[in-house]
Nanobody, 129 residues
């Protein structure tokens, strides 16, 4: 059974950094489309980034461009999300999810999350002074 687990969340001051990691049991993450999503209190789920790193395909939502970077850690079969210059609006529960590659772009897959079939339990990120 495919299982994803997120880690690396925590409390950080505005301007700080966190590095989230998404690890998998059951398949090689690097070959799949990996999505990072977040849900703030009282709000719906929002796509943050979707990547398929084996082909270099990346998508970031506008609010995190230039601050967040997804990369692979093949040694650990993980996809990481480096988050820099964090702001309070980045607060929320962050989830990673996996989808099989398709003819859709990673941007389109991020917008239509129905392709993602394996979700982690989430990790809390709180940006506050």
């Amino acid at each position: 059974q495919v299982q994803l687990v997120e880690s690396g969340g925590g409390l950080v001051q505005p301007g700080g950094s966190l590095r989230l990691s998404c690890t998998a049991n059951g398949f090689r993450l690097n070959y799949y489309v990996i999505g990072w999503f977040r849900q703030a209190p009282g709000k719906g789920r929002e796509a943050v980034s979707c990547v398929r790193l084996v082909v270099g395909a990346t998508y970031y939502t506008d609010s995190v461009k230039g601050r967040f970077t997804a990369s692979s850690d093949n040694g650990e079969n993980a996809v990481t999300l480096q988050m820099n210059n964090l702001v309070p609006e980045d607060t929320g529960v962050y989830y990673c999810a996996a989808a099989a590659p398709s003819i859709s772009t990673v941007q389109d897959m991020c917008r239509d999350t129905s392709d993602f079939y394996s979700w982690g339990p989430g990790t809390q990120v709180t940006v506050s002074s």
